[in-house]
């Protein structure tokens, strides 16, 4: 294949993650109701924000217990990477503190008096299973594993497709499928990752789009933006590529006017959103609070989003990068909060974490741990029964009735499948479409964790 114009196959495929995305979005609505402005009904709002930790975040040292007996089984294990026990940030009511970089998050596991919500809480042990898994007094586990545990990509995927078994005709992501069954009154778009795009948000009736952080503007840097992209794509000489063409040229015009719709509609809202952290995570959740500041002007009434924060594969030297991890994720969500009650939508915007897995209990020789399994993580939005910590916490045993092998490789007590389960509940989705968006929770009978309280 041939690529005029485009300096390299490298430089489209940068082009097409911003823009072909949402061409499949303008496909999947329709080129007339793509772009229509709409008044969203009042109070029919929600929006799921997934926070990815890519990696595996060792969430052994996030939620670490605080009572003296289970502590010292805790530091004796964990060694040269137990957190000082005086250092944990209190939660209070429960035996468990958070890590000391955190402590920004503190205040809202408590109730705030001035919207009389508690709006922080904390799933432990959840990960991908196929079905319950147990240890037998012999060591040996029963119930069927998840394809290729441990191995980042493999498991990075099976969170996000919520298909752990590998069943055939699996298509997407949950939180896509999700998004086929909640939202097709509305005429945008209602999936967006943020500086790229992601597996959980691919749908079968709808696509995601993309949003940089740098901009809305699919296509930048472009004299004419409009007729330049489109003489580039129509440029290229693919082998079996005339349909692929064919579509884009077709569809470019709605990519570029969602783009457009977005920046105008950001810019005409100004800028009423306290300044978010410079960071990675703190720029892409400012993204995402613009997009919701101007929900009703895009006619929206369910949204899903996928932002990312990576560097948690803390195989060597992961006390001091926990410490700026678990800092900047926890700054980011408390601005994030901060700018979701000045929008007035706190009620209806949750925000959740999700990492490969959790890494092994008993460190590794070079201070740092191995991939593992089961793994905490965190809840926060306004509609979050918070102030409590949800599932079962793992018995910090080696070789003991958690531990699926003899490092601390916890086995899940929740699956990613009633995690989600619960957060789709809450965003509308009906009992009898929950086949559709999570085939296998009929294995643990449709039960999810009440974090949401449905």
């Known amino acids: 294949m041939t690529f005029k114009h485009l300096k390299s196959r490298r430089d489209f495929l940068r082009l097409g993650a911003r823009s072909i995305s949402t061409l499949g979005a303008a496909a999947a609505f329709g080129q007339a109701g793509l772009l229509t402005a709409q008044t969203a009904p009042a109070g029919d709002y929600k929006a799921l924000v997934c926070v990815f930790l890519f990696g595996g975040n060792d969430s ?3 939620l670490v217990p605080a009572d003296t007996p289970t502590y010292n089984t805790y530091k004796s294990i964990r060694g040269s990477l137990a957190l000082p026990q005086a250092s944990l940030v209190t939660l209070p009511g429960t035996n468990f503190g958070l890590h ?33 898994v147990t240890r037998a007094s012999n060591g040996n586990l029963n119930g069927a594993l998840p394809s290729n545990l441990f191995s980042h990509s493999d498991q990075q995927t099976e969170w996000q497709n919520a298909n752990p078994g590998a069943k055939s005709g699996v298509v997407g992501g949950w939180s896509g499928r999700l998004a086929d069954k909640v939202a097709t009154l509305q005429s945008f778009p209602p999936a967006i990752g943020v500086s790229g795009g992601a597996l959980q948000l691919v749908g079968v009736q709808t696509q995601p789009t993309t949003a940089g952080t740098t901009g809305f503007s699919l296509l930048t840097g472009l004299t004419d933006p409009r007729t330049a992209a489109l003489q580039q794509m129509q440029s290229l000489s693919l082998s079996s590529g005339v349909t692929l063409v064919q579509a884009v040229g077709s569809s470019l015009k709605s990519a570029i006017d969602v783009a457009t719709t977005i920046d105008n509609a950001v810019k005409s809202a100004g800028s009423a959103l306290a300044p978010f952290p410079n960071t990675d995570i703190g720029t892409q959740l400012q993204q995402v609070a613009q997009i919701i500041q101007i929900r009703k002007a895009l006619g929206v009434t369910r949204q899903i989003f996928f932002v990312s924060q990576g560097g948690f594969d803390t195989h060597s030297n992961q006390l001091p990068q926990q410490v700026t991890l678990l800092g900047n994720l926890a700054n980011a969500l408390a601005a994030f909060d901060t700018a979701v009650g000045t929008l007035g939508e706190l009620p209806n ?11 092994t209990f008993q460190p590794n020789g070079n201070a740092g741990t191995d991939h593992a399994w089961g793994s905490h993580h965190i809840m926060m939005g306004g509609a979050v029964q918070g102030g409590k910590i949800y599932g079962q916490f793992p018995t910090l045993a080696l070789a003991g009735p958690s531990d699926s092998g003899n490092r601390g490789n916890w086995i899940p007590t929740t699956s990613t499948d009633q995690y989600g389960g619960q957060l789709a509940k809450w965003f509308g989705l009906a009992a009898a479409d929950f086949d559709y968006v999570f085939p296998n929770l009929k294995s643990f009978n449709y039960a999810t964790p009440p974090f949401m309280g449905v």
């Not at 705030?112 to 508690?118: F, S, V």
């Not at 915007?349 to 890494?359: L, N």
């Open 349 to 359: 915007v949750t925000t959740f974490t999700e990492s490969d897995f959790s890494r």
């Open 60 to 62: 052994n040292n996030m």
């Open 100 to 132: 000391p970089s955190m402590s920004a998050l503190q205040k809202y596991f408590q109730k705030d008096p001035a919207t009389n919500t508690t709006r922080l809480a904390l799933l432990a042990n959840v990960g991908t299973l196929v079905n319950t």
